[in-house]
Protein backbone atom coordinates (compact mmCIF):
# COMPACT_ATOMS: atom_id res chain seq x y z
CA UNK A 1 0.00 0.00 0.00
CA UNK A 2 2.89 2.34 0.46
CA UNK A 3 4.52 1.08 -2.41
CA UNK A 4 1.34 2.51 -4.35
CA UNK A 5 1.05 5.82 -2.61
CA UNK A 6 4.93 6.54 -2.72
CA UNK A 7 4.58 5.89 -6.82
CA UNK A 8 1.55 7.86 -7.02
CA UNK A 9 3.39 10.90 -5.32
CA UNK A 10 6.02 10.73 -7.92
CA UNK A 11 3.98 9.97 -10.46
CA UNK A 12 2.04 13.18 -9.82
CA UNK A 13 4.75 15.12 -9.89
CA UNK A 14 6.40 14.05 -13.11
CA UNK A 15 3.02 14.60 -15.16
CA UNK A 16 3.18 18.31 -16.55
CA UNK A 17 0.71 20.42 -15.16
CA UNK A 18 -2.76 20.80 -16.82
CA UNK A 19 -2.16 23.31 -19.64
CA UNK A 20 -4.64 25.93 -18.31
CA UNK A 21 -4.85 27.06 -22.43
CA UNK A 22 -6.25 23.50 -23.61
CA UNK A 23 -9.49 24.89 -23.90
CA UNK A 24 -9.23 28.66 -24.72
CA UNK A 25 -11.24 30.27 -27.37
CA UNK A 26 -9.21 32.42 -28.93
CA UNK A 27 -10.73 35.70 -30.68
CA UNK A 28 -8.19 36.64 -34.12
CA UNK A 29 -9.05 40.39 -35.89
CA UNK A 30 -7.02 40.96 -38.41
CA UNK A 31 -6.49 44.36 -40.41
CA UNK A 32 -6.91 42.61 -44.10
CA UNK A 33 -6.18 38.82 -45.59
CA UNK A 34 -2.56 39.76 -46.48
CA UNK A 35 0.18 37.40 -46.09
CA UNK A 36 2.12 38.74 -43.60
CA UNK A 37 -0.50 38.97 -41.60
CA UNK A 38 -1.42 35.21 -42.56
CA UNK A 39 2.47 34.09 -41.81
CA UNK A 40 1.85 35.96 -38.25
CA UNK A 41 -1.65 34.53 -37.66
CA UNK A 42 0.31 30.94 -37.81
CA UNK A 43 3.00 31.65 -35.77
CA UNK A 44 0.77 33.04 -32.87
CA UNK A 45 -1.08 29.34 -33.69
CA UNK A 46 2.43 27.57 -32.87
CA UNK A 47 3.25 30.44 -29.63
CA UNK A 48 -0.51 29.19 -28.27
CA UNK A 49 -0.94 25.75 -28.92
CA UNK A 50 -4.46 23.81 -28.06
CA UNK A 51 -6.68 26.53 -28.43
CA UNK A 52 -10.01 27.32 -30.47
CA UNK A 53 -9.31 29.65 -33.21
CA UNK A 54 -11.85 31.80 -34.93
CA UNK A 55 -10.79 34.55 -37.21
CA UNK A 56 -12.47 37.84 -39.12
CA UNK A 57 -11.14 40.73 -40.94
CA UNK A 58 -11.92 44.04 -40.63
CA UNK A 59 -10.49 44.65 -44.15
CA UNK A 60 -8.90 47.85 -42.92
CA UNK A 61 -12.38 49.36 -42.33
CA UNK A 62 -11.79 51.88 -39.40
CA UNK A 63 -15.73 52.96 -40.23
CA UNK A 64 -18.90 51.51 -38.46
CA UNK A 65 -18.33 48.76 -40.26
CA UNK A 66 -15.42 47.63 -39.30
CA UNK A 67 -16.70 47.81 -35.71
CA UNK A 68 -20.04 46.44 -36.38
CA UNK A 69 -17.47 43.09 -37.10
CA UNK A 70 -15.63 43.13 -34.08
CA UNK A 71 -18.90 43.84 -31.99
CA UNK A 72 -19.99 40.92 -33.79
CA UNK A 73 -16.56 38.79 -32.81
CA UNK A 74 -16.96 39.97 -29.07
CA UNK A 75 -20.31 39.54 -28.65
CA UNK A 76 -19.50 35.70 -29.05
CA UNK A 77 -17.48 35.81 -26.13
CA UNK A 78 -13.75 33.98 -25.97
CA UNK A 79 -11.33 33.79 -23.70
CA UNK A 80 -8.75 35.68 -25.72
CA UNK A 81 -8.69 38.51 -28.28
CA UNK A 82 -5.76 39.13 -31.04
CA UNK A 83 -5.56 41.86 -33.14
CA UNK A 84 -3.55 41.87 -36.31
CA UNK A 85 -2.17 44.84 -38.12
CA UNK A 86 -2.95 48.13 -36.97
CA UNK A 87 -6.35 48.75 -37.76
CA UNK A 88 -7.74 45.71 -35.94
CA UNK A 89 -5.50 46.70 -33.49
CA UNK A 90 -7.38 50.45 -33.46
CA UNK A 91 -10.64 49.05 -33.60
CA UNK A 92 -10.12 46.78 -30.95
CA UNK A 93 -8.43 50.10 -28.29
CA UNK A 94 -12.82 51.19 -28.78
CA UNK A 95 -14.38 48.07 -27.91
CA UNK A 96 -15.24 48.39 -24.04
CA UNK A 97 -14.94 44.25 -23.03
CA UNK A 98 -13.25 42.50 -20.88
CA UNK A 99 -12.20 40.09 -22.53
CA UNK A 100 -8.12 39.96 -22.40
CA UNK A 101 -6.49 41.59 -25.79
CA UNK A 102 -2.83 41.90 -27.43
CA UNK A 103 -2.20 42.65 -30.85
CA UNK A 104 0.78 42.28 -33.29
CA UNK A 105 2.02 43.11 -37.03
CA UNK A 106 1.72 46.96 -35.63
CA UNK A 107 4.65 49.41 -36.63
CA UNK A 108 4.45 52.45 -33.97
CA UNK A 109 1.69 51.35 -32.02
CA UNK A 110 1.23 54.20 -30.13
CA UNK A 111 0.48 56.14 -33.22
CA UNK A 112 -2.93 54.02 -33.85
CA UNK A 113 -3.47 53.07 -30.17
CA UNK A 114 -2.27 56.40 -28.36
CA UNK A 115 0.14 56.41 -25.25
CA UNK A 116 -3.22 56.12 -22.98
CA UNK A 117 -4.83 53.54 -24.72
CA UNK A 118 -1.81 50.87 -25.27
CA UNK A 119 -2.08 47.57 -24.15
CA UNK A 120 0.19 43.96 -24.71
CA UNK A 121 1.59 43.48 -28.04
CA UNK A 122 4.57 42.93 -30.06
CA UNK A 123 5.43 45.37 -32.50
CA UNK A 124 6.62 45.80 -35.84
CA UNK A 125 9.58 48.37 -34.55
CA UNK A 126 12.86 46.96 -35.38
CA UNK A 127 14.82 47.87 -32.13
CA UNK A 128 17.01 50.88 -32.59
CA UNK A 129 19.94 49.63 -30.59
CA UNK A 130 20.28 46.67 -32.96
CA UNK A 131 20.48 48.83 -36.08
CA UNK A 132 22.90 51.00 -34.67
CA UNK A 133 25.12 48.38 -33.29
CA UNK A 134 24.84 46.78 -37.03
CA UNK A 135 25.88 50.28 -38.77
CA UNK A 136 28.77 50.45 -36.05
CA UNK A 137 30.43 47.15 -36.90
CA UNK A 138 29.51 47.05 -40.46
CA UNK A 139 30.98 50.39 -41.73
CA UNK A 140 33.46 51.03 -39.30
CA UNK A 141 35.48 53.20 -40.75
CA UNK A 142 32.19 55.04 -41.50
CA UNK A 143 31.38 57.36 -38.19
CA UNK A 144 28.30 60.06 -40.10
CA UNK A 145 25.00 58.99 -40.73
CA UNK A 146 22.18 60.96 -41.95
CA UNK A 147 18.76 60.38 -41.27
CA UNK A 148 15.73 62.15 -43.00
CA UNK A 149 12.66 62.49 -41.11
CA UNK A 150 9.28 64.25 -40.23
CA UNK A 151 8.92 65.53 -36.85
CA UNK A 152 5.69 64.90 -36.67
CA UNK A 153 5.99 61.09 -37.19
CA UNK A 154 9.80 60.22 -35.91
CA UNK A 155 11.01 63.44 -33.69
CA UNK A 156 10.97 60.89 -30.52
CA UNK A 157 12.94 58.43 -32.91
CA UNK A 158 14.90 60.70 -33.42
CA UNK A 159 15.63 61.97 -30.03
CA UNK A 160 15.90 57.80 -29.02
CA UNK A 161 18.74 57.93 -31.43
CA UNK A 162 21.16 60.24 -30.80
CA UNK A 163 22.15 59.43 -26.80
CA UNK A 164 22.58 55.66 -28.11
CA UNK A 165 25.12 56.50 -31.14
CA UNK A 166 26.81 58.19 -29.42
CA UNK A 167 27.68 55.82 -26.92
CA UNK A 168 28.63 53.80 -30.21
CA UNK A 169 30.85 56.39 -31.11
CA UNK A 170 28.56 57.58 -34.39
CA UNK A 171 27.30 60.99 -34.80
CA UNK A 172 24.00 60.68 -36.21
CA UNK A 173 22.36 63.68 -38.50
CA UNK A 174 18.36 64.21 -38.00
CA UNK A 175 17.38 65.84 -41.59
CA UNK A 176 13.65 67.06 -41.14
CA UNK A 177 11.66 67.22 -44.37
CA UNK A 178 8.55 68.98 -43.95
CA UNK A 179 7.82 67.71 -48.23
CA UNK A 180 9.68 65.46 -50.43
CA UNK A 181 10.40 68.27 -52.92
CA UNK A 182 13.32 69.64 -50.08
CA UNK A 183 14.89 66.47 -50.95
CA UNK A 184 16.76 67.20 -54.07
CA UNK A 185 18.15 70.60 -52.53
CA UNK A 186 18.97 69.04 -48.91
CA UNK A 187 20.81 66.34 -50.79
CA UNK A 188 23.03 68.12 -52.68
CA UNK A 189 24.02 70.31 -49.40
CA UNK A 190 24.76 66.89 -47.49
CA UNK A 191 26.82 64.78 -49.58
CA UNK A 192 30.12 65.68 -48.07
CA UNK A 193 28.98 65.93 -44.46
CA UNK A 194 27.20 61.94 -44.47
CA UNK A 195 29.09 58.62 -45.08
CA UNK A 196 26.51 56.55 -44.41
CA UNK A 197 22.30 57.09 -45.04
CA UNK A 198 20.05 55.25 -42.73
CA UNK A 199 16.34 54.96 -43.73
CA UNK A 200 13.60 54.59 -41.27
CA UNK A 201 10.07 54.47 -41.90
CA UNK A 202 7.99 57.13 -42.52
CA UNK A 203 5.02 58.09 -44.60
CA UNK A 204 6.00 61.38 -46.36
CA UNK A 205 9.26 60.26 -47.68
CA UNK A 206 7.99 56.44 -47.87
CA UNK A 207 6.74 56.07 -51.77
CA UNK A 208 8.53 54.13 -54.12
CA UNK A 209 9.41 57.04 -56.54
CA UNK A 210 11.06 59.22 -53.55
CA UNK A 211 12.85 55.96 -52.20
CA UNK A 212 14.51 55.02 -55.57
CA UNK A 213 15.43 58.64 -55.77
CA UNK A 214 17.37 58.39 -52.35
CA UNK A 215 19.34 55.46 -53.39
CA UNK A 216 19.91 56.73 -56.50
CA UNK A 217 21.03 59.98 -55.17
CA UNK A 218 23.44 58.61 -52.60
CA UNK A 219 25.12 55.79 -54.43
CA UNK A 220 26.70 56.77 -57.12
CA UNK A 221 28.49 59.23 -54.45
CA UNK A 222 29.48 55.61 -53.36
CA UNK A 223 27.42 56.51 -49.92
CA UNK A 224 25.98 52.92 -47.94
CA UNK A 225 22.33 52.77 -47.82
CA UNK A 226 21.31 51.12 -44.97
CA UNK A 227 17.38 50.32 -45.28
CA UNK A 228 14.37 48.23 -42.99
CA UNK A 229 13.17 45.69 -45.25
CA UNK A 230 14.24 43.40 -48.37
CA UNK A 231 12.76 45.65 -50.91
CA UNK A 232 15.91 47.91 -49.53
CA UNK A 233 18.60 45.31 -50.19
CA UNK A 234 16.74 44.57 -53.96
CA UNK A 235 16.80 48.08 -54.85
CA UNK A 236 20.42 49.04 -53.57
CA UNK A 237 20.92 49.35 -50.10
CA UNK A 238 24.64 47.94 -49.00
CA UNK A 239 23.05 46.83 -45.42
CA UNK A 240 18.94 45.89 -44.61
CA UNK A 241 16.63 44.87 -41.89
CA UNK A 242 13.53 42.46 -42.09
CA UNK A 243 11.47 40.68 -40.26
CA UNK A 244 10.37 37.36 -39.67
CA UNK A 245 6.45 37.16 -39.65
CA UNK A 246 6.08 33.67 -38.07
CA UNK A 247 8.71 34.31 -35.27
CA UNK A 248 6.21 37.26 -34.44
CA UNK A 249 3.37 35.61 -34.15
CA UNK A 250 4.73 32.85 -32.11
CA UNK A 251 6.51 35.79 -29.34
CA UNK A 252 2.83 37.29 -29.78
CA UNK A 253 1.32 33.64 -28.52
CA UNK A 254 4.16 33.21 -25.92
CA UNK A 255 3.00 36.75 -24.61
CA UNK A 256 -0.18 35.98 -24.75
CA UNK A 257 0.41 32.77 -22.69
CA UNK A 258 1.59 34.76 -19.66
CA UNK A 259 -1.15 36.96 -19.78
CA UNK A 260 -3.62 34.32 -19.05
CA UNK A 261 -1.10 32.67 -16.95
CA UNK A 262 -3.25 32.58 -13.39
CA UNK A 263 -1.42 34.17 -10.90
CA UNK A 264 0.70 36.72 -13.07
CA UNK A 265 0.92 40.65 -12.46
CA UNK A 266 -1.29 42.67 -14.99
CA UNK A 267 0.84 42.68 -18.17
CA UNK A 268 1.13 46.32 -20.17
CA UNK A 269 4.45 46.15 -21.83
CA UNK A 270 5.05 46.22 -25.88
CA UNK A 271 7.52 43.93 -27.36
CA UNK A 272 9.36 44.28 -30.27
CA UNK A 273 10.25 41.65 -32.36
CA UNK A 274 13.38 39.45 -30.85
CA UNK A 275 14.51 38.21 -34.17
CA UNK A 276 15.64 40.11 -36.75
CA UNK A 277 17.54 39.55 -40.31
CA UNK A 278 19.72 41.46 -41.45
CA UNK A 279 21.14 41.35 -45.48
CA UNK A 280 24.17 42.12 -47.29
CA UNK A 281 24.36 43.29 -50.42
CA UNK A 282 27.61 42.38 -51.59
CA UNK A 283 27.57 43.22 -55.16
CA UNK A 284 26.60 46.52 -54.64
CA UNK A 285 29.29 47.04 -52.27
CA UNK A 286 31.28 45.88 -54.36
CA UNK A 287 30.17 47.76 -56.76
CA UNK A 288 30.85 51.01 -55.02
CA UNK A 289 34.11 49.48 -53.52
CA UNK A 290 32.16 50.06 -50.10
CA UNK A 291 34.09 47.84 -47.52
CA UNK A 292 31.60 45.95 -45.29
CA UNK A 293 33.04 44.15 -42.18
CA UNK A 294 33.71 41.22 -42.81
CA UNK A 295 32.48 40.66 -38.84
CA UNK A 296 28.97 41.61 -39.99
CA UNK A 297 29.30 39.39 -43.09
CA UNK A 298 29.67 36.51 -41.08
CA UNK A 299 26.47 37.34 -38.78
CA UNK A 300 24.20 38.23 -41.96
CA UNK A 301 21.17 36.47 -42.35
CA UNK A 302 21.64 36.55 -46.21
CA UNK A 303 24.39 38.36 -48.12
CA UNK A 304 23.32 38.94 -51.80
CA UNK A 305 26.81 38.24 -54.24
Excluded at 115 to 124: A, F
Excluded at 148 to 174: H, W
Amino acid sequence: MRYKLLLLIITSLLIPPWNAFSSSEVIIIKSSEIIPYQKAIEGFKQGFPDGSYTEYSVEEDYSDTGKAIVARAVKKGGDLIVAVGPQAAYLMNTDSSSIPKVFTMGLDPEKFLGNEGLYPGVSLNIPLGFQLEQIQSGFPARKRVGVFYTQEQNQKTIDAILPRARGLGLSVMGIPVVSPKEIPELLKSLQSAIDILWIIPDRTIGSEKILKYLLKSVLIKNIPVVGFNEWFAENGAILSFSLDYGAIGRQTGELAQQLLQPGNPPITNVQEPRQVRTIINLKVAQKLSVTVAEELMVQASEVIK
